[in-house]
């Protein structure tokens, strides 16, 4: 089931976010909900689901965009696939190694995630010669704190779900359930 859900998210996100690609804002998108969906998988989940989550979400953030280099163009798929997947990858473990549950962790988390993928995708479009991006950090920082609490405020609703907090502790204990009681 969880799956299903983990599935439907991306889906969403990324038809959404190729819709909302158009809006710019100081040189950036003002909200990236396709790595708000990495990120929650990501931290929800662990780094091995948070690294398909990232390239499935972003080989199809990609495909969508129109992204396949070809001649003079300026597009390439797989650029925003390989940040969506470090991110994905990073956040998975780092989730598995702090507790993550308060806002504030989470808040920075996704205010991290979203420098990370900035990082990543447009120091490789610099890096090729695809694309100059100038200093757009002004819209990075922007886009990192539209991402932070939009991302926070969905985590924090989706844990108003009666019994979701429960579930989610009870998948991750796996094996450490106690069984009988100490007396």
């Known amino acids: 089931m969880k799956t299903i859900i983990n599935v439907v998210a991306l889906v969403v996100a990324v038809s959404l976010q190729t819709k909302l690609g158009n809006m710019l804002m100081l040189g950036t998108a003002p909200l990236d909900l396709t790595l708000i969906a990495v990120v929650y998988i990501a931290m929800t989940s662990g780094p091995t689901v948070g690294l398909l989550a990232g390239m499935c979400a972003g080989l199809g953030q990609d495909a969508l965009s129109g992204g396949i280099m ?8 797989g650029i925003g696939s390989l940040a969506n997947t470090v991110v994905g990858y990073v956040v998975g473990q780092a989730s598995t190694q702090f507790i993550v549950t308060g806002v504030l962790p989470r808040f920075v988390t996704f205010f991290g995630s979203t ?7 447009m120091g490789l479009y610099e890096l090729l010669g695809i694309a100059h991006f100038g200093f757009p950090w002004a819209g990075v920082l922007g886009q990192a704190a539209a991402n932070a609490i939009v991302g926070v405020v969905i985590l924090q609703a989706l844990e108003l779900i ?4 429960e579930r989610r502790q009870n998948e991750r204990a796996n ?9």
């Open 175 to 183: 094996g450490f359930r106690a069984t009988r009681r100490l007396e």
């Open 162 to 165: 009666p019994g979701s907090a």
């Open 115 to 121: 420098i990370i993928h900035a990082v990543i995708f």
């Open 70 to 77: 070809m001649g003079k163009h300026t597009s390439m798929i």
